[in-house]
């Protein structure tokens, strides 16, 4: 179980703001500097979390980085036509798993969100995958972490400690109980801790979602 506090911006009150210390690709640390992240003294800035916004926005100079080692990384071709509104899309066409360079973001409180590739690189076209990340519309606006790239992950805003909670243990089980209701199953047989876990998290009465699918 992995915890980051939540940070309090009074300008934007309503919103659950991250902190971010630093970004690897393939384990390489980008060099960002960290008051990138930072939230000013107007407010502005910062990274907030919501799953309200599809596709995750980052800060421009982070976001250069970003992008350039993607595309250092990647050793596909790119899309034979662009895709508007993304910067980097590739032809995957008869390639059944694409080798996606793989991004993580250290996280203040020591914890690491290292979510797959399918979370940052969707569907556009067939045989086309596009980076689903993209700068923010204006210097001073905040970073988001969509809902494309929290997804199968279960996180839990625990306001009461000040901390977003990723328990990976609860994960599995989502996945399990994820992967048959894609499949069409209406049961579903878990050994004894996997059940445990689905019925701790349902206890919580939290939506959970596995890859779109909620259960």
């Known amino acids: 179980?992995?915890?980051t506090p939540l940070l309090v911006n009074p300008l934007s009150p309503t919103f659950y703001f991250i902190g971010i210390?630093?970004?690897?690709?393939?384990?390489?640390?980008?060099p960002i500097n960290p008051s990138v992240w930072s939230i000013d003294q107007l407010g502005n800035g910062g990274t907030i979390?919501?799953?309200?916004?599809?596709l995750t926005f980052i800060a421009k100079p982070a976001?250069?980085?970003i992008l350039k080692a993607f595309k250092r990384r990647i050793k596909l071709p790119n899309a034979a036509e662009a895709t508007p509104d993304f910067d980097l899309c590739v032809n995957v066409s008869g390639v059944s798993r694409p080798p996606l360079p793989r991004m993580s973001f250290?996280?203040?409180?020591?914890?690491?969100f290292s979510p797959p590739s399918r979370n940052y690189f969707v569907d556009t076209d067939d045989g086309v995958k596009c980076l689903a990340i993209q700068p923010v519309h204006s210097d001073g606006d905040f970073s988001v972490l969509g809902n494309l790239m929290q997804q199968g992950y279960l996180l839990e805003f625990d306001r009461d400690k000040s901390?977003?909670?990723d328990d990976a243990e609860v994960e599995a089980a989502i996945f399990v109980v994820g992967r048959a209701v894609e499949a069409g199953f209406t049961h579903v047989h878990l050994n004894g801790t996997l059940l445990s876990l689905v019925r701790h998290v349902l206890s919580r009465k939290v939506p959970l979602t596995y890859y779109g699918t909620h259960v």
């Open 1 to 3: 179980m992995n915890f």
């Open 49 to 54: 979390i919501d799953s309200g916004t599809t």
């Open 106 to 112: 250290e996280l203040t409180g020591d914890s690491v």
């Open 21 to 30: 210390k630093s970004v690897y690709v393939d384990g390489i640390k980008l």
């Open 63 to 65: 976001y250069r980085e």
């Open 163 to 165: 901390r977003l909670v």
